[in-house]
């Protein structure tokens, strides 16, 4: 295993300036963000893959700090009725792209289509209770509702990771989070059955966290499944988790002190003992991959969030 920056993690940094900054931490790979969620501050997917000398200068930037691209991100919401015909375009060109640069994994989500064609927002079903809203007189059963958004999600994953296998992509690595079918262990388990091996799981143990879960465990259930893992921790504030729960409308905006939860750097939510026993899970289930820091700390510059975060795990590693 290695260190890797997944560069979303300093915005405010040019990708030269993002690329030193690794190199400076002696960090040898690196995760792009290709678009989706992410405005993509350090690629430009489809101007690359338009451009072959851009690309291949794209590339220099990289070997000649002695970085690899360890993956491409595009954690995007495909099946999303309004936005995921782009959000399909951007994964795809993120797969051309991996494949040109000889990177053998991209890191997205599941995505979660509306409850019908007509639908304008997802439709994430969560707590599949009561099957019939009594207030609903079309007869809708809820539990019908999930399991034909999976079978939309199962063949659009079977179409775009034979996609993915003509480009040399041979990981996709789908991250667990809410409002995503796969979100935790049974989920990603499900598609990966339906899918086949291309797919596996971004460990990401911030999401797990506040959900809950144990990622240690989590890993030692998924094994060969795991095919990427994102270092971003979790904050709890007692006071508002007593009151409120985890589940709040907008956690991630506003006053820090009233929320449930908060993304922090790595060590500052949860210590040493338990990324070392992240660490130890993984090497037991045979991964040999990247540990890609991803901060989103709203309350430190984001290169010492960076800078705290390899300097711990790299202790570990």
Known sequence: MELSLYTDSV???????ALDLAAS????????????????????????LDDPAALRQYGEKLTSRGI????????????????????????QAAIRLAGELGVPKIVTMSGCPGETPSSSIVNWISFAWPAQNP???????????????????????????????????TKIALELHPVHLVYNTPTLLRMREAVGPVIGANVD??????????????????????????????????????????IELN??????????????????????????????????????DVLSIENEDPDRPAEAGVTQAAELISGLL
């Not at 491409?72 to 995921?84: E, F, I, K, Q, T």
């Not at 609903?136 to 509702?145: I, P, Q, R």
């Open 135 to 169: 207030a609903d007189t079309s007869g809708a059963d809820l539990a019908a509702v999930l399991e034909s958004q999976w079978q939309q999600a199962i063949a659009y994953w079977q179409e775009m990771a034979a996609y993915a296998q003509v480009h040399g992509v």
């Open 25 to 48: 931490l002696g960090i040898k790979a690196v995760e792009i963000a290709a678009g989706g969620q992410s405005s993509a501050p350090h690629m430009r997917v489809f101007d690359l």
């Open 251 to 288: 956690p991630w905006e506003g006053d820090r002190a009233k929320r449930s939860w908060v993304f922090t750097t790595i060590g500052q939510g949860h210590g040493p003992e338990f990324w070392a026993a992240l660490v130890g899970a993984l090497r037991a289930v045979g991964y040999d």
């Open 11 to 17: 915005p405010n940094l040019s990708l030269d300036a």
């Open 68 to 91: 690899r691209m360890a993956a491409v991100n595009c954690s995007a919401w495909p099946l999303h009725p309004r936005y995921g015909d782009d959000h399909t375009r951007t994964i």
């Open 205 to 246: 143990p911030s999401h797990m966290f506040w959900q809950q879960m144990d990622p240690v465990k989590i890993v030692h259930a998924l094994g060969p499944a795991v095919h990427h893992v994102h270092l971003k921790d979790t904050a709890f504030n007692a006071g508002p988790l007593a009151l409120n729960g985890v």
